[in-house]
């Protein structure tokens, strides 16, 4: 973070400050080193029904923040957004994946991590002579190769004018403000760049094509050779198809099956339920509703899972993406690292509305350098 956008966001402070303000002061410290920079728990598994002292201590965070902001005459700092329950519910409602993807806090500007595709060689079995002094063997249990990314930002604005939802904040509805549509669309933006993001498009439009954003997955699992055309599967053979990719996954990159998710469409998703099953209806004898269709899905053990944000795009000259792709995701490898998760600060007042400028500085990596997935690109689904 540079510039006049770095002391409009965050101010004249070092990373270790901006950690702390964002991540530390609001319960989520630093558990581990990755890379020699402090890195959080995966946000999921902190803001959960288990721990229910921090989702009661961030419950309703982001309406008292609108409230100061539109009555206090005073610049308040940044306000992490995705702390509170209700704004995660929006995010993860609005981009399912994003439930799924590991959140992490992590210092610096860069997303530093350990690559894990590969091991060395165990030292073996020897002679008793010989592993009396183990000396010259060397680099056998560390030996981690070291991957980072440039964390990048994602900005946006907001104008919030209902004061008297403001001034109400027990009964305001964040969804129904223009902040809540403005952070359901970040969550779509990210999750869009999350699948199909490439920096070298060059497109210079704040978007999945351009430079200023992060590769996503359909780009780093391309270029590590784990992507095939599946144009030429037909119908009726999906569900074999991809059940053969995750044994090969399985089989050659010596990784388990529950670290796997399969992601589609919901078009794909619907295909692949016509193939295993009829339509299913279930319901009670009292009952006057019915419920039809497969709800949740697996293939080789590994879960099925659907989001709208898996389709063709357009981005200037960059077109990518198809409903009929799939991805195979692997969850210890694929993370989100941000030194600031998605936060607000606000800008100026106008009258009475308040502008307030929305930011997120993160980036997508994968830590098996797109070895431990796949991207199945062009299934042909068919939705009649």
């Known amino acids: 973070?540079?510039?006049?956008?770095?002391?409009?966001?965050?101010?004249?402070?070092?990373?270790?400050?901006?950690?702390?303000?964002?991540?530390?002061?609001y319960g989520f410290k630093g558990v581990r080193k990755e890379g020699g920079v402090n890195?959080?728990?995966?946000?999921?598994?902190?803001?959960?029904?288990?721990?229910?002292?921090?989702?009661?201590?961030?419950?309703?965070?982001?309406?008292?923040?609108?409230?100061?902001?539109?009555?206090?005459?005073?610049?308040?700092?940044?306000?992490?957004?995705?702390?509170?329950?209700e704004i995660l519910n929006i995010e993860f409602m609005t981009a399912p994946f994003l439930e799924a993807l590991p959140q992490e806090g992590q210092q610096g500007y860069k997303a530093v991590y350990n690559r894990i595709d590969?091991?060395?060689?165990?030292?073996?079995?020897?002679?008793?002579?010989?592993?009396?002094?183990?000396?010259g063997y060397s680099g056998k249990?560390?030996?981690?190769?070291?991957?980072?990314?440039?964390?990048?930002?994602?900005?946006?604005?907001?104008?919030?004018s209902d004061f008297s939802q403001a001034a109400s904040a027990h009964y305001m509805n964040v969804e129904d403000?223009?902040?809540?549509?403005r952070i359901a669309l970040h969550a779509q933006w990210k999750e869009q760049m999350v699948f199909y993001g490439d920096t070298t498009q060059g497109t210079s439009s704040g978007w999945i094509g351009d430079s200023n954003g992060y590769d996503g997955m359909a780009k780093i699992f391309t270029d590590a050779g784990n992507v095939e055309d599946k144009s030429g599967v037909s119908s009726g053979d999906y569900v074999k198809d991809i059940r053969?990719?995750?044994?090969?996954?399985?089989?050659?990159?010596?990784?388990?099956?529950?670290?796997?998710?399969?992601?589609?469409?919901y078009s794909m998703f619907d295909q692949l339920t016509r193939e295993l099953v009829p339509a299913q209806s279930r319901y009670g004898a009292t009952e006057t509703t019915t419920d039809v269709g497969i709800q949740q899905l697996r293939i080789n053990g590994v879960r099925v899972m659907a989001t709208h944000n898996i389709k063709e795009y357009t981005d200037g000259s960059y077109n990518v993406g198809n409903e009929g792709d799939v991805f195979i995701v692997n969850t210890r490898a694929a993370r989100f690292r941000a030194l600031v998760p998605l936060s607000s600060v606000p800008l100026a007042k106008l009258g009475l509305s308040q502008a307030t400028a929305i930011f997120e500085f993160g980036a997508f990596i994968d830590r098996a350098g797109g070895n431990w997935g796949k991207y199945l690109k062009n299934y042909s689904v068919t939705t009649s």
């Open 39 to 85: 890195l959080t728990a995966p946000m999921q598994r902190l803001l959960n029904d288990s721990n229910k002292e921090m989702l009661a201590q961030n419950k309703g965070m982001v309406k008292d923040a609108i409230v100061k902001q539109m009555t206090s005459t005073e610049v308040s700092g940044a306000t992490p957004l995705v702390f509170d329950p």
């Open 141 to 160: 249990n560390i030996g981690f190769t070291k991957g980072e990314t440039d964390m990048k930002i994602y900005v946006d604005k907001a104008n919030i």
């Open 118 to 135: 590969s091991r060395d060689d165990p030292i073996g079995f020897q002679a008793e002579g010989d592993v009396l002094d183990l000396s």
């Open 177 to 181: 403000t223009t902040l809540g549509q």
């Open 1 to 25: 973070m540079a510039g006049e956008l770095k002391q409009t966001l965050m101010g004249d402070q070092s990373y270790d400050d901006i950690f702390k303000q964002v991540w530390e002061n």
């Open 244 to 265: 053969s990719e995750i044994y090969d996954l399985l089989q050659n990159q010596n990784i388990q099956a529950t670290d796997l998710l399969i992601v589609t469409s």
